[in-house]
T-cell receptor, first 114, second 113 residues
């Protein structure tokens, strides 16, 4: 099994629908992240969590919310999806409290909003 | 604020040729630097990292990168490219507290026979 598992891998939805992307990890890492990838823009941070009680906004959190249900689970929600949220979403984890961290990524969830 | 620039959006090389992908960073202190590779339909995989010490770091798949503080650069190199190296490559920097990673916009590599 993968260290970081994302579900669903692909999802097509309509404008206005609520969508949840789920992430689970077996790394035992405290830190979890949600990134969005768009062509030509690289990866941009949506939200990150350093433990179950610590949730922080990233640079593009508007229109998104997250829930850290357990150390191993971190879900991303789009309350009312819009077409410009069409993108590839990545969950990642890391350990440690210093810069000497390494991100471990899931395989990605491709979301299309029609 | 930290930032990462990858000047080359797309590079095409012949199989067997050498490769250099450029990365420039902006960060006030000593950075922690990374190169990740994303194969089509896959997540990002760590190629190599620089935390401190020797400025030439070796990674997986025959890649290496050199940290040059004077040029604020961390360029990725490979002496002989294989067709399987075709992918998107991302450079990243993380703050000293490890709170946030900053990624470049990526360089797409095409390998021609």
């Amino acid at each position: 099994d993968a260290d970081v598992t994302q579900t669903p891998r692909n999802r097509i939805t309509k404008t206005g629908k609520r969508i949840m992307l789920e992430c689970s990890q077996t790394k035992g890492h405290d830190r979890m992240y949600w990134y969005r990838q768009d062509p030509g823009l690289g990866l941009r941070l949506i939200y990150y969590s350093f433990d179950v009680k610590d949730i922080n906004k990233g640079e593009i959190s508007d229109g998104y919310s997250v829930s850290r249900q357990a150390q191993a689970k971190f879900s991303l929600s789009l309350e009312s999806a819009i077409p410009n949220q069409t993108a590839l979403y990545f969950c990642a984890t890391s350990e440690g409290s210093s810069g000497a961290n390494v991100l471990t990524f899931g395989a990605g969830s491709r979301l299309t909003v029609l | 604020a930290q930032s990462v620039t990858q000047p080359d959006i797309h590079i095409t090389v012949s199989e067997g040729a050498s490769l250099e992908l450029r990365c420039n960073y902006s960060y006030g202190a000593t950075p922690y630097l990374f190169w990740y590779v994303q194969s089509p339909g896959q997540g990002l995989q760590l190629l190599l990292k620089y935390f401190s010490g020797d400025t030439l770091v070796q990674g997986i798949k025959g890649f290496e990168a050199e940290f040059k503080r004077s040029q604020s650069s961390f360029n990725l190199r490979k002496p002989s490219v294989h067709w399987s190296d075709a992918a998107e490559y991302f450079c990243a920097v993380v703050s000293g507290t490890g709170n946030q990673f900053y990624f470049g916009t990526g360089t797409s590599l095409t390998v021609i026979p």
